[in-house]
C-alpha cells in the first residue's frame, strides 16, 4: 500500500500536469533520460506551491473527494495554466524587456505556429516549385508528429494572374511532408487577401473582409 501511496502522492500529478500542459503545445510529452524523475520533480514543485496557497489544510485528514481533487483535477488545472501561459507567451516577453532570454519551451516554429490552429489563409510551395493558396480551417488537419509534417487542407485554391486571384475549386488536398518547401500564413479577416469574387469563401468572417 505504500508504494501505491507514493506512486499516488509523488508521481502522478508531475505525470497529469505535463499531459495536460501538453494539450496546449504539440501533443507529445517532454522526452529526457529519466522521466520517471522529470515527473516526480513537477509533482514536488505542485505540492509546494498547493501548500502555499493552502496551507495547513493538506495536513487535515483527506477525504476521498479531497484526494481526487488534490492528486487529478487540481494538478490537470496546473497543467492547464501552465499550458495558456507557454501559447500567450507573456512571461517570456516581459522578462526580454529586462535582458532576460529563456529558451523557448516549444521546440519547433511548426508546433509554435501550428498548435493554435486558428482558421487561417495559406500558400504552400512545394519542392518541385508548385504553389497553391488553402483555407486551413476546422476541417484541415495538420500533423503533431516530429516526422511527419503532412497537412489536409480541406479547401483548395488554384493561383491565376501571377498569384493575384485565388479561385476555390470543389475538392480538398493532402500534402506528404517529404513535398513542403514553404508555407505561408495569412490571419482569416485578412481584407486585402486576393481571393476570386467570384469563388464562394469557406469562411463568414473572412468573405466580409473581402468585401470591405
Known sequence: MDSLEHVLVYLVPGVIIMVVRARFISGRMPITSNQYVYYVCVSLIYHGLAFTLLGATILEEPSRWWLLGYLIVLPALFGGVLGVTVRWNGPRKWL?????????PVETAWDWKFASANPQWILVTLKDGTNFGGWLGEDSFVSS???????????????TDGGGTWTKK???????????????????????????????VPDATAQQAIEQ
Open 145 to 159: 508528429r516530429p516526422l511527419e509534417r503532412d497537412l489536409y487542407v480541406e479547401t483548395l485554391y488554384t493561383l
Open 96 to 104: 526580454s524587456k529586462f535582458g532576460i532570454n529563456l529558451v523557448h
Open 170 to 200: 470543389e475538392h480538398s488536398i493532402y500534402v506528404p511532408h517529404a513535398q513542403i518547401k514553404t508555407i505561408e500564413c495569412w490571419p482569416a479577416s485578412d481584407s486585402m487577401f486576393p481571393v476570386s469574387q467570384t469563388s464562394e
